[in-house]
């Protein structure tokens, strides 16, 4: 039987009410959102909080929320609300392409995009999404507000920017016309973690050539989206051609590691093809923004 | 720590140590021990419940996390003696053999079918996506969900078919092969 270890445990009523409890607990304190990363590790010891802080009462922090030319999203939206949203998937289909293969339905009607970005698991799929579509992150802390983009706020495997005082609250997307987005990935099973995946967030010119572009990858030994992609990309028509050139700079550039879900030159592999497809997709997507 | 939540209707209250999943609790100091712990890990699915009507992994939901929250279990899909249509749809269709994923299994169907009332098979497989069944395979649960979509409570239909024992015999000749969600 796998119980955490013993642990006392405070439910937050408000975000100020969450920052004065970690405040008062300390980096020994952890917030607990969906849980499904957290319970799994404090059962294996991996994490042994000595106070863990609930802020699933925190339902100012679940929303989806069209502000103007940004869409905001709060960190305790559940993977199943993010899925499910027309909103969403017509903004970022990568969103909803990438929703439907994180963990299983019954995990994604308690995990949440902030739980998901903090963790910061190199297979976990949003970081790349968010990172992709140029996402900023919003941060509270005893010291008020801080705005983070991707770069800053993901450090790598396991780590992030959020200190032990802080709290992620808010995700922001820039919408933008003619853009498209799209996500895929591979796995051996439904739930499992990735083989590998890619995602990538496209705008096209009024002429119809890349006017931006993202790629990133997922569980192929990547943090951040691929650098020089955009410049590849930019100013030329989407087309196969053009899709093999960041497929071979995705292979390039990725840096994944032998394990029991696949060797290097397989997972290099993905990296090109997956790269390709969601590309193709992507661009797709863009120029039917367009037509719309 | 004291909790309260409401099991199955019920108001309950206990005073727990907080590292106690709901799992353990519902099943040890609750009593319901139809809820099944299986991986531990999240999973397999056996452990499932409905909390406010969505199914969740109760090996990964602490107790005190549900606290306040309506759980439902499978000893709550029954009433008044008379079945929920999934659990006669597991019947009729041979849904189960050892049983040992049926009651989460039953408790997913249960909250498909409340939010889509006629899902394809396409929907019953990915919604039973997170769970795992290793007697029977997934043909006989998808099709014992389907029973239940065909026969709602209320509906009259369930009791009919009860009684009618010809429409229990599954039709082999019209099963096609199985291609499990699991690999």
Redesign the interface.
């Known amino acids: 039987?796998?119980?955490?270890?013993?642990?006392?445990?405070v439910?937050a009523t408000t975000v100020e009410n969450a920052l004065e409890l970690l405040a008062r607990y300390g980096p020994d304190s952890r917030v607990?959102a969906g849980?499904?990363s957290l319970?799994?590790m404090m059962?294996l010891r991996l994490s042994r909080p000595e106070w863990?802080i609930?802020i699933?009462d925190l339902y100012e922090l679940d929303f989806i929320l069209r502000d103007g030319n940004k869409l905001r999203v709060g960190a305790l939206t559940r993977h199943?609300t993010l899925l499910e949203s027309e909103e969403v998937a017509g903004l970022f289909p990568i969103v909803r392409d990438a929703e439907r293969v994180i963990?299983?339905?019954?995990?994604r009607?308690?995990g949440t995009i902030g739980g998901s970005l903090c963790q910061a698991d190199p297979a976990e799929d949003l970081s790349t999404v968010c990172g992709v579509l140029g996402a900023e992150a919003v941060i509270r802390g005893p010291g008020g507000e801080r705005i983070l983009s991707m770069s800053e706020f993901h450090r790598g495997p396991y780590e992030t920017a959020v200190g032990h005082d802080e709290l992620l609250c808010e995700l922001r997307f820039g919408i933008r016309p003619r853009s498209g987005s799209a996500y895929e990935k591979v796995e051996?099973?439904?739930?499992d973690w990735a083989v590998g995946a890619a995602g990538a967030a496209v705008t096209l010119a009024a002429d119809g050539t890349v006017d931006d572009a993202a790629v990133g990858l997922t569980a192929l030994g990547l943090d951040h989206p691929l650098a020089g992609a955009a410049a590849v990309l930019r100013g030329r028509h989407p087309d196969e051609e053009l899709f093999a050139e960041a497929g071979r700079l995705a292979a390039e550039a990725c840096d994944p590691v032998a394990d029991q879900r696949g060797p290097v030159d397989y997972k290099r592999h993905l990296a090109d093809e997956l790269t390709q497809r969601v590309l193709r997709r992507a661009c797709a997507r863009a120029a039917q923004m367009q037509e719309g | 720590m004291q909790i309260s939540m409401t099991v199955n209707g019920a108001d309950v209250t206990s005073e727990i140590e907080p590292r106690v999943l709901l799992v353990h609790y519902i099943r040890e100091v609750l009593g319901l021990t139809g809820t099944h712990w299986g991986c531990d890990t999240s999973n397999c699915g056996t452990c499932v419940v409905l909390m406010d009507g969505q199914p969740v992994k109760s090996c990964t939901v602490l107790a005190a996390m549900a606290a306040g929250h309506d759980i439902r279990t499978v000893e709550g899909l029954a009433s008044g003696g008379t079945l929920d249509p999934v659990q006669q749809g597991f019947m009729e269709e041979h849904g189960l053999q050892c049983g040992f994923c049926t009651p989460g299994m039953m408790l997913t169907a249960r909250a498909l079918l409340d939010k889509n009332p006629h899902p394809d098979d396409a929907e019953i497989r990915q919604a039973i996506s997170g769970q795992i069944c290793r007697c029977t395979g997934y043909a006989t649960i998808v099709r014992s969900v389907q029973w239940a979509a065909a026969h709602p409570a209320g509906s009259g239909l369930a009791d009919t078919a009860a009684a009618d024992t010809d429409t229990a015999v599954p039709d082999v000749a019209a099963e096609t092969e199985d291609t499990e969600v699991k690999a």
């Open positions: 039987m796998q119980i955490p270890a013993p642990f006392d445990y439910r607990v849980g499904h319970l799994p059962k863990l609930d699933n199943t963990a299983d339905p019954v995990v009607n308690r051996r099973r439904v739930g």
